[in-house]
């Protein structure tokens, strides 16, 4: 007899919710296990999803893994610099770890099925598929296989009295963990819409920002930052302290056209203060203590890398050797950054390193250090085929 026990990845919001009785009456599970991970977003929407799980389902786990999420995701990212199409990612960091969890969770409940609720035009589905599959399990996906509508799920919501915070006056669908927040749906879709700024939760409007410049001090070690103004924390304390300074100047906004894995183009709105100071400290730092041939091969690593995490392609074998490059780069990227905050932008100000490549003594038009005389060779020969090619044409 086949087993009718489903676990579901559940964050509580509208897609998810739905999915509960959409399970029982459609798909007949007699028995749903929901899980709610936190991998940083709000402590009430941690509670909310836990509550609605306990009341809405017949077993609920909650997940805390934080820490496990910058560890794992977050500070390799910021090794990699890690960003898609010009913004740093977070949904697509988190999302292959979250259903890591489901499956341990499907693992230890001995259930052979799992669920998602994530839509068929959507990038999430095939992360959470990836793992899903890898792991040899059964997959449930009613909102894509039901072909179902956002204005559906809220209907449908309404009469089995599942409380949401969507509605048709509030159609926004908001993703958030503790490296990023994204907003999209209902009026937003139309590229030519402008936001309402009501949509923001982390920043404030440029304009609104304080008229003072704000200086902030961000020390690394081996890549990962360490402390935040002189001050050593704990990376979720860190990463919402510097979202906190940041969001106040108006620092990490992105309204963006972005390309989806299914080649769909779709307007995205993200939010990511924290991530926008850190990745520009980060390869400011960088630059300073790579080599030339380090850096240039490096920025082919860091997109091939960002390219399969925004895929989440976490198992795919190059992203274990790329991951493997990229910490050895990693040793010598130690240091302290300095950045001015104003206004919705940043600038680097300085930057120090014991492992710096930069010699005052040599570059500096003053010292004697280097012969100058000897540049002359090194000039005779420099550009030599092309000024070959160019004199030969003059024949």
């Known amino acids: 007899m086949e087993q009718k026990r489903v676990v579901l990845a559940f964050s509580g919001g509208l ?48 997940i805390d893994a934080k820490e496990k999420y910058i560890a794992e995701c977050i500070f390799p990212s910021i090794k990699a610099n890690g960003s898609y199409e010009g ?39 095939l992360r959470f598929d990836f793992i899903f599959r890898s792991a040899g ?13 956002r204005e559906w799920e809220i209907c449908y919501a309404q009469e089995h009295n599942i409380p949401v915070s969507v509605g048709k006056e509030n159609p926004y669908s908001v993703d958030e963990n503790c490296w990023s927040r994204s907003i999209e749906g209902g009026r937003l879709e139309d590229p030519a819409f402008h936001p309402p700024e009501e949509i923001y939760a982390w920043t404030v409007s440029p304009q609104a920002a304080p008229d003072a410049v704000e200086k902030i001090r961000i020390e690394f ?5 360490v402390a935040l103004n002189g001050e050593r924390l704990p990376g979720i304390a860190f990463i919402r302290e510097l979202n906190r300074i940041a969001g106040r100047n108006g620092v990490g906004r992105n309204d963006m056209i972005e390309d989806r894995i299914l080649g769909l183009k779709a307007r995205e709105i993200y939010e990511h203060p924290a991530a926008t100071v850190l990745l520009a400290a980060h390869r400011d730092l960088e630059r300073l203590v790579l080599t030339r041939s380090e850096l240039a091969f490096k920025h082919i690593v860091d997109d091939k890398w960002s390219e399969l995490a ?26 302290a ?48 085929q092309a000024r070959l090619l160019k004199n030969s044409k003059k024949c």
């Open 221 to 225: 070690e081996q890549g990962v930052p």
């Open 87 to 125: 913004y740093p990612m977070g949904t697509a960091l988190a999302r292959p770890l979250i259903a890591e969890e489901i499956v341990k969770i499907a693992e230890k409940e001995g259930a052979f099925t799992v669920a998602h609720g994530c839509t068929g035009k959507g990038n999430d589905q």
């Open 137 to 149: 399990y059964k997959i449930v996906a009613p909102m894509r296989e039901m072909n179902l509508t």
């Open 15 to 62: 897609d998810t919710s739905v999915c509960i009785p959409l399970l029982r009456e459609h798909y007949g599970f007699d028995e749903i296990v929901t899980v709610a991970v936190d991998v940083g977003q709000p402590e009430e929407e941690v509670i909310r999803a836990t509550e609605k799980g306990r009341m809405l389902a017949d077993n609920h786990y909650t």
């Open 310 to 335: 925004y895929m989440g392609l976490v198992h795919e074998p190059l992203f274990y050797a790329l991951n493997a490059f990229v910490d050895t780069t990693q040793e010598r990227v130690n240091g």
């Open 337 to 384: 950054v300095d950045i001015a905050l104003y206004k919705g932008g940043l600038t680097v100000l300085g930057r120090s390193s014991d492992a710096g490549l930069y010699s005052g003594d040599l570059v500096s038009f003053d010292s004697t250090t280097i012969d100058q005389n000897h540049a002359v060779g090194f000039s005779n020969y420099f550009g030599l």
